[in-house]
């Protein structure tokens, strides 16, 4: 695995540890913007270590696509590929509501739900990402 990507794989767990840690505390927003950024983060470890050059903004989608679908050696992942795109853009929609539409986010029991999901999911993608990495 190319340093760079390991690196922003670690960053990805530690976006990761903080979500979690947010979700814990109630802060929903918080949670959902730092899971956010870790999924991006791991996908974006993913471009690195493939060698794909991609745009610096948050919305990685098509890239990652191209690069899972014609070079990926993990099974798993180009088998969860819809999935972890349909976790990401949902947590990228819901980044915006909590990180640039302030007070637009409920807080509520429906976004606890939410939040705890998306945590799961996005966990395990990115232990896939991870042994895709180290494949």
Known sequence: M???ASDAIDDAKRWLSAAESSEKAGSYDIALYSAEMALEIAMKAVLINKGV????????????????????TVKEL????PSLISTFSELLNLRNAAGYNIGTLRLDEATASKTRELLKRSAVFIGIIERELRA
């Not at 050059?53 to 990926?72: E, G, L, N, Q």
């Not at 180009?78 to 590929?81: I, V």
Request: net charge neutral; hydrophobic share 20%.
């Open 78 to 81: 180009r088998d969860e590929l």
């Open 2 to 4: 190319e340093r760079k």
């Open 53 to 72: 050059d991609y745009p610096k903004k948050h919305d990685i989608t098509d890239y990652f696509k191209t690069a899972v679908d014609s070079r990926s």
